[in-house]
């Protein structure tokens, strides 16, 4: 990882390990033929493990939005009473869809870099009703913050039963504990360029039971994101649409990858990885932006200091590899976010963290060299349990 | 081309050249940063060249159809009046995505086989309206028909000069002639996997100042394939949700590809092979679905014989390495359709045409053997002006 091998350090697309890459250079085949029904077959009945679900997983050509959208207009009519948890941008999006195609959205905002609280949401389904669906991130990109999902789920099974529970897990699941119907969650969306390591162009949804009740009177218009047009094709192997082969390919290698490694060791490797980034950042004198409790183990965001002009910092750090993200929505020019998701190890953060030192260096601000490297390291053995 | 390297010849995904498929396994870019909006640029402006517009061209994260319906949903409104000409199966999706989201549609159809009639459809516009758009489409894949969009839309401008001209020319933009501002179209749509020669994943929608004027009234609901948002994301080398980047790779890869090979050349290639495969089919002995004065010159289809067990038959195509496409919709097990679009050459249809001689030959049925190769050869070197 230098100038010439970037060290790709966004919340998605996650940088692709090599089998990965070469996988998308395959020959195309018939997307209605033997070898593609095979290939999706497979991919599904695997994406079916990392979702933990016995229920169905589609899989759906588009950017994580889309798989949003046919979240949403899948299930929904207009005039259905909907409650929008949201603690960032991700949230806010997944409110204003469900309100464009005319839903009645209530919205339970909570302060950037504060996960939700379930105590709250109970309140607010307690106050209005009935509620078709709650609709709530697992990890908010944004503000690198990771919800309760088990709890949320749980003040909606107590309070509103009957409602739908539909996440956007795009940027955690595959990367941190998460268990969809062991939580009872009835819609959740993932996409192909987080945690599975793969090029965008591709996401994910898995449908309950409950989900397909709802489908079968949904009156939201809907062609392209119509879930259950998936669900058909899938049975003879084919997707409703043309979709993303290569990225399909990639798939396939990088759920061969994620297997050899296993579930609870890739959760290990993200909090090991979450751990360290914020001991190196905060070791370097950023302040954070997540509540600790909640702090996301895919993508960290810090506060741009004051005194430090942004677009200098950031030049010199893609100078020297480094290409971290910037702020989105009210945070734009604010912070800085650090992604760790996906294909992602200790080393390439200590690598981040030295090229932010040394950076920080050259512009003359106290450091302490080798600290935040030494720092991140630490917390990464300890996270890994290898120290005490 | 053998059984290991499969001759795929059905009307996309077409085949990709080597130096795209190898694109396709490039490392990720930041897609909000710097490398990626010279890309993007680059491509939008190449895009212009093969559309034949000065207008806006737009990249879309989905299959063709999710291009269709950014097509419908960002310039109309519920209750709309839309004629909808329809000579098969994806006439017929276009014509459905409308109703789907409100538009009050008219279906001009014609028989399947047969190209829409310029002067049907101005008894059509005559007869109702007004009219607010009109939906047509280029290259029928179902039916392996060429409507003559020109003269449809003049139809369209003499009669109901208001109305939006929306053309789906998926499976034939880019392989024969199209000249997107000469012919006053205001929004076309395209897709990667066909004459582009790259995976599915992306589409391509132009839009004209006409039909941005109706997006600002325009009252679908839309999110994902709201093409405004696109417009405002692409002034910044972006786009709103995250873009299929392994797909714009090998699009920068084939573009560079067709621009070395020239568009006209490109369209007299794609004449040659279309002549090529017509001549080839019928000293086969297969009688031709398509009008001979509207047949594609990007997709064939032709009858399977009432004798001929079909099942039988593609299994040998299939261990002698051909790939060809069934029939779809109506013509579910009646048609077999052959690709010739994109990645393609005479030497590649020569070769399907001996690999159908030789199955039929093995099924005992009576073909003069080298005739069709003969046949095929000969057309292509007429429709090159090489032979008399």
Known sequence: MNRFEPNLRIPGPTSLPDAVREAGARQMVNHRGPEFAVLQNSIIDRLKKFYKTDGDVLIVTAAGTGGLESAIVSFLSPGDKVLAITIGAFGDRFA????????????????????????????????????????????????????????LAKAVKDVAPDALVIVDAISGLGAVPFDTDGWNLDVVVSGSQKAWMVAPGLCFVSVSKRAWDAAATAKMPKFYFDLAAHKTSAESGQTPWTPAVAVMFQLDAALTLMEQEGLEDIWKRHAAVGAAVRAGLTTLGFKLLADPEFASDTVTGAWIPEDLDWKTFNGKLRKLGLVVAGGQGALKGKIFRIGHLGHVTVPAILNAMAVLEQTLLELGRPVVPGAAVEAAQVAALKSLGLVK
Chains 1, 2 share one sequence.
């Open 96 to 151: 204003k869809i469900a309100t464009v195609y005319g839903a009645d959205v209530t919205k339970l905002s909570f302060e950037w870099g504060k996960a939700a609280d379930p105590a709250k949401v109970r309140e607010a389904l307690q106050a209005g009703g009935p509620w078709k669906a709650v609709l709530m991130t697992q990890n908010e990109t944004s503000t690198a913050v990771t919800n309760p999902i088990q709890d």
